[in-house]
């Protein structure tokens, strides 16, 4: 870890590690379910929005596929640059999402993917808060959180050589965040990594 901060060091980590993170022609893999599901539950040519989109594939493009209306934000240049090229039909924004003022009420589903856990714990709880402010009134959320406590980072992370960092809060903790912004949680699910895992929710705005 250098002296920058963590944002920082995920937005460089990312820029670096784009391409080892997913190839641009790369299957939908276990994300395939759980985007046909999304798909399937909002009305045609819904508004998503992704944060963490990463390079686009497979949730933008997929969607945009789907004939969805995709908004993807990311924090890396690099992520964007590609998700650009990858999925011309949606619209991306380079931005770190903690500090957007979306529009309200201005999407059927928001999707967040492997993101949350970047954000440094004091900015999850208010970016949750941020995401039901953007829903349409009973719009749908799909995200990914922790399952343990953890935060720390890896240096070597993907093979590559620059510095990951994460933050997980307990899946419990995010249980109450989701509540406490207004987002009820219709469905749950463990993902497993590794010796680990995440929690993946389903939530719909109250
Ligand atoms: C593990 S990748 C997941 C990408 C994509 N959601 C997926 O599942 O394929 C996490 C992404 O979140 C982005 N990210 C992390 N913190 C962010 C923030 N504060 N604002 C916007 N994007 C962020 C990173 O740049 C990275 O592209």
Redesign the pocket.
Known sequence: MTDDGP?EV??RG?DALSWR??ADDADAGQYAPWIAELSAAIPPHSRVL?????CGVP?ARDLTAAGHRVTG????DV?IERARRLVPGATFIC????TMAFPPESYEAVVA???LI??PMPDQSALLRAIAGCLVPDGLVLLTAGWKAWTGADSAWLGGTATMWWSHADVATYRRWLADAGLDVTREEFVPEGTSGHSLFWARRG
Do not use: K, N, P
Request: aromatic letters at 12%.
């Open positions: 944002v995920v937005r990312y993170y997913r992704d944060i963490g989109c990463g949730v934000v990311d924090l890396s992520q931005a770190d999402a903690t993917l492997y993101s970047h954000v």
